[in-house]
T-cell receptor, first 114, second 112 residues
Framework: ETGVTQTPRHLVMGMTNKKSLKCEQH?????MYWYKQSAKKPLELMFVYSLEERVENNSVPSRFSPECPNSSHLFLHLHTLQPEDSALYLC?????????????FGQGTRLTVV | QKEVEQNSGPLSVPEGAIASLNCTYS??????FFWYRQYSGKSPELIMSIYSNGDKEDGRFTAQLNKASQYVSLLIRDSQPSDSATYLCAVTYRSGYSTLTFGKGTMLLVSP
């Protein structure tokens, strides 16, 4: 059982749908992250939140919209996605944002856009 | 552009052998280095971190860091079939927001 929980585990959505991915961490961490993992590509950082403030937006299209209502919860709101957005979306948390901090991942949401 | 390079593999070793996984990084400003293990269809799991030159051992795992050569490796002794997975190297750079940059990963196959 991981300290970082993501729901749903699998999601199939049409290009006109709106859906949200949820992440919850039970580790008392102050930083949370969204990563995208596509086949044959490295993990790509999408967003970073530190103490509920977004500190990095890695040139992600506006059809992805993050929300961090508190230090334990992180959402990724999806709308008008494209088939190439199909990937594994991973949430991670770390004690703080810093050089030697270790990040812990949730189980991921496997997203398929049809 | 900061890059982390790994041989995609697969690296095949027999059970009981030592598996050696390698990673190079492009920026001398790199400060922290991590190895993650990812089983197929699962999320990455942190197995080792190393911050200074030299070796760090934890059970069957040894991480080795050489900042002068911009090289980090992971040795797995007495490899088991359950070690078969993709191993991701990740690096934190001093600049920016100190977030992780990942390599594509090396697939390890341990045969019984």
């Amino acid at each position: 059982e991981t300290g970082v929980t993501q729901t749903p585990r699998h999601l199939v959505m049409g290009m006109t749908n709106k859906k949200s991915l949820k992440c919850e961490q039970h580790l008392g961490h102050n930083a949370m992250y969204w990563y995208k993992q596509s086949a044959k590509k490295p993990l790509e950082l999408m967003f970073v939140y530190s103490l509920e403030e977004r500190v990095e937006n890695n040139s992600v299209p506006s059809r992805f919209s993050p929300e961090c209502p508190n230090s334990s919860h992180l959402f990724l709101h999806l709308h008008t996605l494209q088939p190439e957005d199909s990937a594994l979306y991973l949430c991670a948390s770390s004690p703080q944002r810093g050089l030697n901090t270790e990040a812990f991942f949730g189980q991921g949401t496997r997203l398929t856009v049809v | 552009q900061k890059e982390v390079e790994q041989n995609s593999g697969p690296l095949s070793v027999p059970e009981g052998a030592i598996a050696s996984l390698n990673c190079t990084y492009s920026d001398r400003g790199s400060q922290s280095f991590f190895w993650y293990r990812q089983y197929s269809g699962k999320s990455p799991e942190l197995i080792m971190s190393i911050y200074s030159n030299g070796d760090k051992e934890d059970g069957r795992f040894t991480a080795q860091l050489n900042k002068a050569s911009q090289y980090v490796s992971l040795l797995i002794r007495d490899s088991q079939p359950s070690d078969s997975a993709t191993y991701l190297c990740a690096v934190t750079y001093r600049s920016g927001y100190s977030t992780l940059t990942f390599g594509k990963g090396t697939m390890l196959l341990v045969s019984p």
